[in-house]
């Protein structure tokens, strides 16, 4: 649209090359879509801007996906190589390795260590896995009952503490509840060792298990419970988005609109130029046409 109102009220027709007749003055809007288009993916279209403005406008466009593209390029690339070099890293901080490479580091090297709840799921899981991972960490807790913690909280302080050479193992619920909260200077890995819920647990042939089955259902397809949920964990004191509290957030694979903002900035910047100087265009040629049809009018009137 900005092309087309360019070359229609500051300047005559741009030029199209047609395939019949050669060059011709015929600049419609269909034509500007198909030069915008041909411009991103760096084909030649067969239409020439002609006037100062649309040049100008054509430049910044061109700018604008060619520098979209490399980073798009770019990006991909790092995505493609992310699986190959994450094994390579050692645990820091700015690394994020996985849970599963954490725990394997942590029984290899004995660092970070590796808290865990007593009497817990999560270390009942370590105790009765079949995995001979899981079952060594078992074995590292039983050798070293200092990685045993009484209490989350009590945890959570080791893990402040520990300056990233202590970590706590514990359910992905608790886990993603407690790094929402203040002071907001905790991480969770990402990936999981184990998969399973919550329940209800009723007496065998307990009538109030059917009402709490319809009860739980009625909530969850009503939304209510993911309101819950959405309220004292995803909006906890933690939920500005510059703080990220998941490794795979911090570690995402995507470009963000914030990320390229910059490129879209000057694409504006560009707009606003090309404007301010087809305005100036527009004025300086009807200076010069209203001159010349005031002549031609008194050359008609003499005669």
């Known amino acids: 649209m900005l092309l087309f109102s360019l070359s229609k009220f500051t300047s005559p027709p741009d030029r199209v090359k047609n395939a019949d007749s050669g ?3 015929r600049l419609g809007l269909c034509a500007n879509f198909w030069f915008v288009c041909s411009s991103s993916l760096f084909r030649s279209s067969g239409i020439y801007p002609k006037s100062p403005s649309s040049r100008l406008a054509s430049i910044f466009w061109w700018f604008f996906t060619l520098i979209l593209v490399v980073l798009y390029i770019a990006n991909l690339a790092t995505i493609l190589i992310k699986d190959k070099t994450s094994q390579a890293y050692s645990f820091s901080y700015s690394s994020y390795p996985s849970t599963e490479y954490i725990l394997q580091e942590a029984i290899r090297t004995g660092s970070p260590k ?6 817990s799921s999560t270390l009942e899981f370590f105790k009765n896995s079949a995995i001979k991972t899981y079952n060594s960490y078992w074995q ?3 050798e070293e009952p200092e990685l045993l913690i009484n209490s989350y909280n009590e945890g959570v302080e080791k893990v402040r ?5 202590v970590g706590l193992l514990l359910e992905s619920s608790m886990n993603e509840y407690i790094n929402f909260q203040e002071p907001c200077d905790t991480i969770m890995t990402s990936g999981f060792l184990d998969s399973s819920g919550y329940g209800i647990a009723t007496k065998k042939g307990s009538p109030l298990k059917e009402e709490l089955d319809y009860a739980l259902l009625s909530l969850k397809e009503k939304g209510y419970l993911n309101m819950i949920y959405t309220k004292w964990w995803r909006e906890g004191k933690c939920k500005d988005a510059k703080k990220y509290r998941k490794l795979s957030d911090l570690y995402h694979s995507s470009l963000t609109l914030h990320e390229i903002s910059g490129l879209f900035y000057i694409l504006i910047g560009g707009i606003v130029i090309t404007l301010i100087i087809a ?14 049809s005031e002549d031609e009018h008194e050359k008609s009137s003499k005669f």
């Open 140 to 142: 590292k807790v039983k």
């Open 114 to 119: 590796l808290l865990v709840l007593k009497n």
């Open 161 to 165: 503490k520990g300056q990233g050479n």
């Open 279 to 292: 305005m100036v265009e527009f004025i300086f040629r009807r200076k010069i046409t209203l001159p010349r």
């Open 23 to 25: 060059l011709q003055d």
